[in-house]
């Protein structure tokens, strides 16, 4: 490896979660959400090691589910976006793709499409959240048209839930009562719950549930931590300390020389910065784990480097392994230093980090 930083990918963590899923949820069948590289931690590999576990699979587009596809993946894969060209409808029909029909422009389209293979779709309205899909009260208009298309058999009608991650959320319960209303007139499939649905709203999770964030091992409710909802973080970051300096009180560490040594001290550089994926804005505080301590961020995080202070950590050498996040300091904590969510941070892992999988606990 050319850097010192790399990503532990726990696949039994993974199937861990998958399995929590399976007990919060019993009966209702899993589409598996591996946009964005599975959040980061790499489609393929985590759909190779779940397909035996999950129902379906589920990307943003066409892009991602090619390389599920290249990869043997044979289950379902659900596009959420649906798609965005006419031009993409031949692929879709052709691999047996479920595109997500969220507006009358992409009925419209279909409509006109000439496809190779009938095509299945999910058709998603807006419940409440205001972001895509049809308005409830297009639902029934929608649905017509789509059973009018000869070519087109509708799979099931979905909604998303914006503040399930509130348990005391009065809006989920609206959201919830104004899915089932619109939904009970047809006996199409349904799904409603996305990982904090699953965790914390039992009448989300009628026929499909949509784990996406927990099967990563973070937390989706707001102020609760990963034990709490019985999950297994699956990413690990890992660097390696490649300097320590002895600084004097009064010096100044990094980038604006934001960060004041407060007295004599040794500061630690250890390789893994925001080219690597590590948030830029987590402050001076933010914990990492060197050496069975925690230890904290000091000073700017750089491209390349993030500085740390290593007072009262004994023995800590150049060379030893540093946890950015993982078993001891949860990406939900580092987020939250960073005004950010586990969700950035995850599918922020760039590229240069090499993902080394293994099959832990």
């Not at 009925?107 to 190779?116: D, F, H, R, Y």
């Not at 199409?188 to 996305?194: D, V």
């Not at 491209?303 to 202070?309: C, G, K, L, S, T």
């Not at 949860?330 to 090499?354: D, F, H, N, Q, W």
Request: aromatic residues 6%.
């Amino acid at each position: 490896m050319s850097r010192p930083v790399w990503a532990r990918i726990n696949l039994n963590a993974l199937r861990h979660n998958v399995l929590r899923v399976r007990t919060l949820a019993p009966g209702a069948s899993i589409i598996g959400v591996v946009k964005a590289n599975a959040y980061g931690h790499d489609s393929t590999r985590v759909a190779q090691a779940i397909e035996d576990t999950v129902d379906a699979f589920a990307v943003a587009g066409i892009g991602e589910s090619d390389e599920l596809i290249a990869a043997g993946i044979t289950r379902n894969i659900i596009l959420l976006t649906g798609f965005h060209e006419i031009e993409e409808l031949p692929q879709i029909s052709e691999q047996g793709l479920i595109p997500v029909i969220h507006s009358r422009h992409q009925i419209e389209q279909l409509a006109s499409a000439v496809l190779p293979k009938p095509v299945k779709v999910w058709v998603k309205f807006d419940s409440g959240m205001h972001r895509i899909g049809i308005r409830p009260v297009e639902i029934a208009k929608a649905v017509e048209r789509l059973k009018c298309l000869p070519h087109v058999t509708l799979a099931g009608l979905m909604s998303h839930l914006a503040c399930a991650d509130e348990r005391k959320s009065v809006s989920t319960n609206v959201q919830i009562e104004l899915f089932e209303n619109t939904t009970a007139r047809y006996g199409y499939a349904r799904s409603l719950a996305n990982s904090a649905g699953i965790c914390a709203w039992p009448r989300s999770h009628v026929d499909w549930v949509r784990p996406g964030i927990m099967m990563y091992g973070c937390s989706p409710m707001l102020g609760e931590d990963e034990t709490e909802t019985g999950l297994r973080p699956v990413m690990s970051l890992y660097s390696k300390i490649i300097a320590i300096n002895r600084l004097k009180r009064g010096d100044r560490v990094g980038y604006g020389g934001q960060w004041c040594c407060p007295e004599d001290m040794p500061v630690g550089i250890v390789a893994c910065g925001y080219g690597d994926g590590y948030p830029r804005h987590a402050p001076s505080g933010t914990p990492v784990w060197i050496n069975g301590f925690r230890a904290a961020v000091v000073g700017r995080v750089s491209m390349d480097v993030i500085m740390v202070d290593l007072r009262g950590l004994d023995g800590v050498d150049v060379g030893d392994v540093v946890e950015l996040w993982g078993e001891n300091v949860s990406a939900t904590e580092v987020a939250a230093c960073a005004a950010t969510i586990s969700y950035e941070i995850l599918s922020g892992v760039t590229a240069r980090v090499p993902r080394i999988f293994v099959r832990d606990g």
